[in-house]
Nanobody
Framework: QVQLVESGGGLVQAGGSLRLSCAAS????????MHWFRQAPGKERELVAT????????NYADSVKGRFTISRDNDRKRMYLQMNSLKPEDTGVYYC??????????WGQGTQVTVSS
């Protein structure tokens, strides 16, 4: 019902910025809560940020709080993660996730973010 495609990853120096995008297709995009996850090699997948279906509620992992901003545009079926003041420990594959109790959970293919020291 939902297909997700991430983009915007790349290689940046520590202290730099990236803006990740998640493009969704399918109906009822606004019914899904949206999340960004990331996974570094050899580590568990980590929840980075969450935004409610309405956009009224956002949450961040402590490690990114104050540096990352999650947003969504339901009309355009897009979700974004603005990442500032990047650190090497932010390196990993970032995944877009859409979650609905009724409609299921969907994942994008991931986009690589590499932050050099």
């Amino acid at each position: 019902q939902v297909q997700l495609v991430e983009s915007g990853g790349g290689l940046v120096q520590a202290g730099g910025s990236l803006r990740l995008s998640c493009a969704a297709s399918g109906r009822s995009f606004s019914d899904y809560a949206m999340h960004w996850f990331r996974q570094a090699p050899g580590k568990e997948r980590e929840l980075v940020a969450t935004i409610s279906w309405s956009g009224n509620s956002v949450n961040y992992a402590d490690s990114v709080k104050g540096r990352f901003t999650i947003s969504r545009d339901n009309d355009r079926k897009r979700m974004y993660l603005q990442m500032n003041s990047l650190k090497p420990e932010d390196t990993g594959v970032y995944y877009c996730n859409a979650e609905s109790v009724l409609l299921g959970t969907y994942w994008g293919q991931g986009t690589q973010v590499t932050v050099s020291s």
